[in-house]
């Protein structure tokens, strides 16, 4: 059974850090890309970012760029989002995944994990 399990959401102030965790299980990094998706109170879940576990290709959404990278530990099964320099409209509930690259296509999802930046 494939599962992704989302952590590291919280409440974070304007300005600060924070690093979101996937830890995947039922496949071997490699098959799937992996990525974060976010939705925001009353709108439509967007892509925010994807990485290939093959050769490590990665993108972004223009939102975030040069705030937020993405990364994974093949070894661990895990794949991380690191968030700097957080705005308020970065608040929803982020999601992973694993789909094909540039994750136009998903195949699994986690069950999310609330971020909340207060102004």
């Known amino acids: 059974e494939v599962q992704l399990v989302e952590s590291g959401g919280g409440l974070e102030q304007a300005g600060g850090s924070l690093r979101l965790s996937c830890a995947v299980s039922?496949?071997?990094?490699?098959?799937?890309?992996i990525g974060w998706f976010r939705q925001a109170p009353g709108k439509e879940r967007e892509g925010v970012s994807c990485i290939s576990t093959r050769d490590g290709s990665t993108s972004y959404a223009d939102s975030v760029k040069g705030r937020f990278t993405i990364s994974t530990d093949n070894a661990k099964n895990t794949a991380y989002l690191q968030m700097h320099s957080l705005k308020p409209e970065d608040t929803a509930v982020y999601y992973c995944?694993?789909?094909?690259?540039?994750?136009?296509?998903?195949?699994?999802w986690g069950k999310g994990t609330l971020v909340n930046v207060a102004s």
């Open positions: 995944a694993a789909g094909s690259y540039p994750c136009n296509g998903i195949d699994f």
């Open positions: 039922g496949f071997t990094f490699g098959v799937y890309a």
